[in-house]
């Protein structure tokens, strides 16, 4: 069986199970971006850096303004699921462990928003051969921002 990073290259090549790209059925993952999940942040690390995010809320509150959190997920992190032979690579538990915390400040949760956009088969979310959001995956997080603050604009 060949190796998912072919001649130590950079660029982890993943077959997957659907065509979430207009170009290319497979997906491309940076080995750097696999590599630091290895020293991905435990619960209680997460639970701290949630609490900073609180507390900044809740500073900024008296001002009032309000914080909104955005937590960008990886390609990685989204087509997981659709990677062929997967049980060799790590799963994904980022957004699953966040999730558990208890948070005081607003949030605009990207990783449901782009995960019901990939079950819609929208394609393109990602740029093919790089780990950034295309045009379309800015699209769809920018306007549910908006409808987000335009929610609490009404709600104040």
């Not at 558990?100 to 393109?124: A, F, P, Q, R």
Request: charge should be neutral; glycine fraction near 2%.
């Amino acid at each position: 069986q060949l190796n998912n990073r072919a001649f130590n290259s950079d660029v982890y090549k993943f077959p997957l199970s659907q065509r979430p790209f207009s170009y290319g059925d497979e997906l491309l993952v940076y080995h750097q971006d696999l590599a630091v999940r290895k020293i991905s942040p435990s619960r209680e690390d997460l639970a701290k850096s949630v609490e900073v995010l609180n507390q900044l809320s809740r500073e900024l509150s008296i001002s009032k303004i309000r914080l909104i959190s955005i937590i960008a997920p990886d390609k990685y992190d989204m087509y997981y699921s659709q990677i062929k032979k997967r049980e060799n690579f790590p799963e994904p538990t980022f957004f699953k462990e966040y999730k558990l915390i208890v948070k005081d400040h607003i949030e605009l949760n990207c990783y449901n928003i782009l995960s019901d956009s990939i079950s819609s088969s929208i394609k393109d979310i990602y740029f093919y051969d790089n780990t950034h959001w295309s045009p379309i995956g800015h699209e769809i997080i920018s306007t549910n921002l908006e409808i987000l603050i335009k929610r609490l604009h009404n709600t104040k």
